[in-house]
């Protein structure tokens, strides 16, 4: 373990726990990977250095500047700085160490940064550490031993200025240590265990995993009122937006479904290029993938989500099949049993759920319903020819369809389907053409609905079943035709 003593010989036995954590000891500190496959003996030279050196006054080791626009989010720094500090009744016997997860976009890294900006002078030592694995850990604690003992770690190797780092941040108090965007919070397990003297900050798209180690906060989206303030404040600096572009920023922030990095992402194209937000919602599926000054283009909403995509196809293909079949369905209250046929097993169903869960990508409505955030459905919808997941969603609705009796069981049946169902006939891709089994579960939902009296909520339906009958059969074929099963049947003259 970090800060035990053992003999200074190479055979002293120094162990540590973790994939790459690093452990010290000894008159002279011994430096061991957790994996036990090597070690690290640190000279007398440099564990006097480790105990002497100071660091610079509020230093502060970040990736950025926090000077940039942040709005909305006041009550979570307030609540974030009382979790870290013990000041919150409900936090006081908690540990200072705090890991913020959400969907990937939502801000955890900004708030992050805005936290360490904002508090600097409270602490001796403010390092940010990319944490995407085991390896980025041990190589951004190696760059803070060239920060502050450059004499010695100018001549030595990553592992022996990692191990410095470490013994540094034993010897010394009240630093802070960002973890940013961990990928497998067990990594972060043997750093929480030996280093105690500070505040330990983590970000993460994960939203499991994290109990054993630390509380959490989970980030949500920003309040719409923000969210359109957000874009305004961007898009006409100054201060400049008339009272239509703020409406306009309104539609285009529910549309974006108040994501601070697509917001982002929206205000700063819209001022760089000049297009109104009216042109910029209309066209989202085109510029949802445009860089801007600015904006890493790394860093746009399609490309985080990409790579999201790519670390749960790794875990559980089945789970992106699912994904992408809920993207052309209803955002809210998809029913598990919906998604039923998708998957070989109820296990491998909820399994595969579970890992959407963990990437934030779908959250639980409850043990039978899930939802999906209203723009990731927008960006996998335009992500591949032909579209991912349109053939997926429209069996899944074919196989959920009611039987015939209009039972009560039936009608449930129906009340949970109807929103997927008009989600298909709304999103039909232009020279995409519906399976015939679709087309004849619009015919069914559009009978179920003229049943109770619902005509008006019927004509998403018939068109979708008109198009349907156009393509195939071409302009000739006759309208009257479009409807025309069973006994309530509908005309499409009825349109």
Known sequence: MIGEEWPSSPGGGAEASGDRSIAAGGSIRVAITGDNTRFVMLPAEAVHWAQTVDAPAAAGYLPGSA?????????????????????????????????????????????????AHRYRDEYTLVCWITAESAESIVKSLSGLALSLCPQWAGSAGPDERA???????????????????????????????????????????????????????????????KATDLLCTLAFPNDTATDEDREAARRLARVLGCLPLALEQAG????????????????????????????????????????????????DPLAVTLLNAMAWLAPDDIPRSLLASLAPTPIALANALGV????????????????IHRLVQTVLRTRGTPPRGRDGAERAVHKALPADAEDRAAAEQWQQLLPHIAALAESVPPDHTDANETRSAYIEAAQHLRRQGRDAHTILLRQAVLAHNKRVHGDTHLRSRCLSESDGRVSAGQV
């Open 67 to 115: 000077s940039g626009v942040f709005v909305g989010r006041e009550h979570e720094l307030t609540n974030l700085r009382e979790m870290l500090t013990g000041e919150g009744a409900a936090t006081v016997t908690q540990a200072p160490v705090r890991a913020i997860h959400g969907l990937g976009g939502v801000g955890k890294s900004r708030l992050a940064l805005q936290y």
């Open 356 to 371: 959407l869960h963990t990437y934030n990508m779908v959250a639980f409505t409850d043990q039978r319903n899930v939802s």
């Open 268 to 315: 700063a194209y819209a001022f760089q290029t000049g297009i109104d937000l009216e042109t910029y919602r209309v066209s989202l599926g085109l510029v949802l993938d445009e860089p801007t000054e600015g904006i890493d283009s790394e860093r746009t909403i399609a490309r985080i989500w990409d790579h999201t995509i790519t670390a749960i196809a790794d875990r």
């Open 163 to 225: 191990a410095w780092s470490i013994l540094w941040l034993q010897e010394h108090p009240n630093w802070l240590l960002i973890f940013d965007n961990i990928e497998n919070p067990a990594h972060l397990g043997p750093y929480l265990g030996t280093l105690h003297r500070g505040h330990h900050l983590a970000t993460s798209r994960k939203a499991t995993g994290w109990h054993a180690l630390a509380p959490v906060m989970h980030l949500g989206l920003l309040p719409l009122d």
